[in-house]
């Protein structure tokens, strides 16, 4: 199932998450998405429901999960 979180944040855009495949894609503000692997549920609601997205995305997801530039 895809899920989408339009983020209020300086950093992020948008994040659209796929449960089946556990693939989170994170969209910046300047245009550059990146796809993480392997990214838990609990994580995914966790960056929703953080009160700073940006940060979190930085503490909680960014080098903890292995991702490519789209």
Known sequence: ????????????QRADYDSETRALQVTFRDG???EYAG??????????????AGEYHAR???????YEQL
């Open 39 to 52: 990214v838990p549920y609990d994580v995914w609601l966790g960056l929703q429901n953080s009160g700073s």
């Open 60 to 66: 909680q997801i960014r080098g903890r999960y292995p």
């Open 32 to 34: 550059q998405t990146y």
């Open 1 to 12: 199932m895809q899920e989408t979180f339009i983020a209020s944040s300086s950093h992020l």
